[in-house]
């Protein structure tokens, strides 16, 4: 059983900076796709950013492109959400999630789903406020 915790929110002043963190066990993430989403009050969840975890082109959302980098530390389990030029409009709970994508992981990555993830974590709340 596939275990993610997030880790690394936090309260930040616009066009700051912060770097998010999941950590995965339970299960080995070969042919896995893992993901960002996030949540603000009110509004349905959205995919940021995905990505496969054996490799390949990455996937972000529009309003995050050029600001955000997903990247993955294999030996530490972990997939990272580094977060810059941070606006207002980014404040949400974020959460990791993971999904065994199947044949095609870069076109999973690309759609980007919240329905097509089966595993996720608690979300780590952040805040860009000035």
């Known amino acids: 059983q596939l275990q993610l915790v997030e880790s690394g929110g936090g309260l930040v002043q616009p066009g700051g900076s912060l770097r998010l963190s999941c950590l995965t066990s339970?299960?080995?993430?070969?042919?896995?796709?893992v993901g960002w989403f996030r949540q603000a009050p009110g509004k349905e969840r959205e995919g940021v950013s995905c990505i496969p975890y054996t490799g390949g082109a990455v996937n972000y959302a529009d309003s995050v492109k050029g600001r955000f980098t997903i990247s993955r530390d294999n030996a530490k389990n972990t997939v990272y959400l580094q977060m810059d030029s941070l606006k207002p409009e980014d404040t949400a709970v974020y959460y990791c999630?993971?999904?065994?994508?199947?044949?095609?992981?870069?076109?999973?990555?690309?759609?980007?789903?919240?329905?097509?993830?089966?595993?996720w974590g608690q979300g780590t709340q952040v805040t860009v406020s000035s």
């Open positions: 339970g299960s080995s993430l070969e042919h896995y796709a």
């Open positions: 999630a993971a999904d065994p994508a199947g044949a095609d992981v870069q076109a999973f990555c690309y759609m980007m789903e919240v329905w097509n993830f089966g595993s």
